[in-house]
């Protein structure tokens, strides 16, 4: 079935460090892929999300390029705040015999520190 | 407008006993969902409904667990008895059409703690 493998944490980083959180899935078909962010205390928002290759999704500075040769939505960001500070976790849904489920990676805690 | 509501935020209770989450979509969301997160893993699927009907219940781990949505409302998802495993985060989501097309909006999750 369909899955997505991320990067494990936590990552720390220093502020204004460069930020690469690595996404691959496994899916039939052409799924939607996205990124989520759960904030201490908070629910998951969406953050940036892209539905079809080589799409480029971008919000808040973070950038994830759908890549279907590479099966990869990796997030990147060019100078971390520690208000970055948080979960990310990526995700997809639809696909091939998928239905409006999100299925979601194990997240990756980012910690930047000042 | 208000977000996603989920009631409570905590529930701490003994293996055996019954816990009754609740969740408040945003007003005029069909879509809801249940998901859950067990310690350090993955956010696993639990199911979908459509207005009162459930549309996807292939996530539920077993039927100790029961979902309700009563009027295409509110939601209720009840675990009896509660098992050491079902220790966990559970979140609703809730959108207005397909997970492709529209962003699905998640509460801020009820903690679960089975001792």
């Known amino acids: 079935g369909n899955s997505v493998t991320q990067m494990e944490g936590p990552v720390t980083l220093s502020e204004e460090a460069f930020l690469t959180i690595n996404c691959t899935y496994t899916a039939t078909g052409y799924p939607s892929l996205f990124w989520y962010v759960q904030y201490p205390g908070e629910g998951l928002q969406l953050l940036l999300k892209?539905?079809?290759?080589?799409d480029k999704g971008s919000n808040k500075g973070f950038e994830a390029t759908y890549r279907k040769e590479t099966t990869s939505f990796h997030l990147e960001k060019g100078s971390v705040q520690v208000s970055d500070s948080a979960v990310y976790f990526c995700a997809l849904s639809g696909g091939g015999g998928a239905t409006n489920k999100l299925i979601f990676g194990t997240g990756t805690l980012l910690a930047v520190q000042p | 407008e208000a977000g996603v509501t989920q009631f409570p935020s905590h529930s701490v209770i003994e293996k055996g006993q019954t816990v009754t989450l609740r969740c408040d979509p945003i007003s005029g969301h069909d879509n809801l969902y249940w998901y859950r997160r067990v310690m350090g893993k993955e956010i696993k699927f639990l199911l979908h409904?459509?207005?009162?009907?459930?549309?996807?219940e292939s996530g539920m781990p077993n039927n100790r667990f029961l979902a309700e949505r009563t009027g295409g409302t509110y939601s209720t998802l009840k675990v009896q008895p509660a098992e050491l495993e079902d220790s966990g985060v559970y979140f609703c989501a809730s959108s207005l059409g397909l997970a492709g097309a529209y962003e699905q909006y998640f509460g801020p999750g009820t903690r679960l703690t089975v001792t």
């Open positions: 892209a539905t079809k290759a080589d």
């Open positions: 409904f459509v207005k009162e009907s459930k549309q996807d």
